[in-house]
């Protein structure tokens, strides 16, 4: 499933940040408010971490507000040309 080499994939990149960082998991968890246990889940890429412990510990890492624009739409290609739908209250019916 693709979901699941995406999630391995980020785990891999998180993990990445926190050694180039200089940080043990027991310091990033800790400074993450965080469980150790939890923080190697989200290096693993285990997909039932919560997105706030994601963000908690991209928050430490520095990466939130990269992760942030990563997903907002208008600094896509598609987003800007779909722009216009994002004031509509309803989508139309078929």
């Known amino acids: ?3 699941d080499s995406s999630m391995e994939e ?13 940080l043990s998991q027991e ?13 190697r889940r989200v290096e693993r890429g285990d997909p039932g971490v919560s997105l706030g412990t994601l963000m908690k510990l991209a928050d430490v ?3 939130d507000q990269h992760m942030v624009k990563a997903v907002d739409p ?4 598609l ?15 078929s």
């Open 1 to 3: 499933m693709r979901t």
């Open 27 to 39: 310091l990033a968890a800790q400074r993450a408010h965080i469980s150790v246990p939890a923080l």
């Open 10 to 22: 980020l785990g891999a990149h998180f993990k990445s940040w926190r050694i180039m960082l200089g």
């Open 79 to 93: 987003g800007r040309a779909r722009a216009h739908m994002l004031t509509r209250k309803r989508a139309k019916r």
């Open 61 to 63: 890492l520095r990466m």
């Open 74 to 77: 208008l600094n896509h290609d």
